[in-house]
């Protein structure tokens, strides 16, 4: 049964990805407040410039399209790199960027842009980096702009130039032993009725209406108690990805299910769907709702029948198909960021792009 808490404060930490906590990162500096200058940046090779185009990065964990209909792209080792129409250009930590891991950009109401990452939290106005937090930092907006960021001492809300904390209780039981980070938390989404959703490590995902917390579990009919992502569709249902561990074995669940408020939906009888780990989910314009199923590929889902897709250009690259990100930009090109570099679906497959493109 799902249990209804009332409000009391409880610190509370990040829940952090299994894969990019795996893959390490740069130890955490001292945060500063201190704008940081930012010069041209590493501009990569012209198109056409050698037979073959190098990967944007060995791993693309987000992609993001600003207001300006610039495209961004998160890396774990190269920092973020930024496609304006014509030009690539990477911003790395010695531009005053938040580490060379990022993992999350989002942008807030005033139009500048925020960066989480391995080693930090930063604003970018389009001249200087400003950095908030050291440590493990992600970001976030809710359907007003307002940015939130969840960090090793819990999930604040910033208003451009302060943070408040945002207090939240959950069920005082022991996480589930596979936790890799037992109650960690992160900032996920507000959605279309109002209510503010976070996602934890271990210990389900959590409902805030405005007065009540409301908490969700395997028991309720998660896939797992490691939420990863939530998402809203069109129709108002919130879907979930749900991750196991490996700690100290396999746990064998895992997967994606959605709510409509009343009930649970799975899809044990899709084949990588459950049991499975799940990192990405997306509803692009036509409220297609994409998911990317690890060692499977990706699925398509128009609300009645689910269309695989594990075709690409570089299966050199996309072995285990560990898709990270997707979005739709708006000229509808669907972007996809992969373990194993930058990719867009042409109709049919997924078509590597490199710093030359095709663009």
């Not at 808490?5 to 990805?17: A, H, K």
């Not at 185009?53 to 890396?75: H, N």
């Not at 702009?145 to 819990?154: A, E």
Request: glycine share 14%.
């Amino acid at each position: 049964m799902r249990s209804r808490i009332p409000f009391t404060r409880i610190r509370l930490l990040l829940f952090v990805s299994t894969v990019l906590a795996s893959c390490g990162g740069q130890r955490a500096t001292a945060p500063s407040a201190k704008a940081s200058p930012v010069s041209e940046g590493l501009q990569a090779p012209p198109r056409g410039a050698g037979l073959e185009s190098p990967q944007i990065a060995e791993y693309v964990v987000e992609v993001f399209e600003d207001s300006k209909g610039q495209l961004w792209f998160g890396t774990m080792s190269k920092g973020v790199a930024r496609h304006d129409g014509r030009t690539l250009t990477y911003f790395t930590e010695r531009d005053g960027l938040c580490g060379d891991t990022i993992h999350s950009i989002a942008e807030g109401k005033d139009g500048a842009l925020w960066f989480g990452g391995h080693t930090g939290v930063c604003k970018y106005d389009g001249k200087t980096f400003t950095r908030f937090f050291a440590g493990e930092g992600r970001v976030r907006t809710d359907r007003s702009g307002t940015v939130w960021v969840s960090t090793d001492d819990g999930v604040l809300r910033h208003d451009g130039t302060s943070s408040t904390p945002f207090a939240i209780p959950f069920r005082a039981e022991r996480p589930a032993a596979y936790s890799i980070r037992p109650g960690r938390i992160t900032f996920q989404l507000e959605d279309s009725k109002g209510n503010l959703w976070f996602g934890s490590d271990g210990l389900g995902a959590i409902r805030y209406d405005g007065s009540t917390f409301t908490q969700f579990t395997k028991k309720d009919g998660l896939c797992s108690d490691t939420v990863w992502t939530i998402r809203e569709d069109r129709q108002g249902r919130l879907w979930f990805t749900c991750v196991q561990a490996y700690q100290p074995a396999m746990t064998g669940d895992g997967g994606v299910c959605y709510y409509d408020g009343k009930t649970f939906t799975k899809f044990a009888d899709v084949a990588g769907l459950s049991e499975n780990d799940i990192y990405t989910l997306y509803e692009d314009r036509a409220g297609n709702v994409w998911i990317g199923a690890s060692h499977v590929g990706a699925y398509r889902y128009d609300g009645r029948t689910f269309t695989l897709f594990k075709d690409t250009d570089r299966p050199d690259l996309t072995v285990h198909f560990g898709l990270q990100a997707l979005l739709e930009d708006k000229n509808g090109t669907l972007w996809a960021g992969f373990s194993g570099g930058l990719f867009r679906f042409n109709g049919q497959s997924f078509v590597h792009v490199g710093q030359n493109g095709p663009w």
